[in-house]
């Protein structure tokens, strides 16, 4: 299956445990994958025939801006779906990255990834 990934989205936003998270946000890095067959866009090289990454990227971003999670797994939930959306993806990974982490010993970043294929049905 061929794929389509959007790498490294910057998204300032108000997710964490911590009550300063919440209040003040922060960035937040996030990665996508969708598998999707490609085949006929690169026949016919017309956007209609593929999935519009710029139209991904807008709602990705519009999603993790919107709610104020807890969770980054939640965050990538919320990504997943609209990554799943789209009838023509076969599956799809995202990763959401908290460079930012609030935590006791040095760290880069923590991320989280989770990726999910629709059921053949």
């Known amino acids: 299956m061929d794929r389509i990934e959007v790498v490294g989205l910057e998204v300032w936003a108000h997710h964490g445990v911590l009550l300063h998270e919440q209040a003040l946000g922060q960035r937040f890095v996030v990665d ?24 991904l990227a807008q709602e990705v971003h519009r999603v ?3 709610a104020k999670d807890q969770l980054i797994e939640r965050v990538a939930a919320r990504v997943l779906d609209v990554c799943l959306s789209d009838e023509r993806v ?6 959401v990255h908290k460079p930012s982490v609030p935590l006791t010993v040095p760290a880069t970043e923590v991320r989280v990834t989770v990726r999910r294929e629709r059921d053949p049905a």
Do not use: I
């Not at 994958?33 to 519009?52: K, P, Q, R, W």
């Open 32 to 55: 996508v994958a969708v598998e999707v067959d490609l085949s006929t866009a690169m026949v016919s090289d017309d956007l209609g025939d593929t999935l519009d990454y710029g139209v």
């Open 64 to 66: 993790v801006t919107e």
């Open 90 to 95: 076969a599956a799809a990974e995202v990763t």
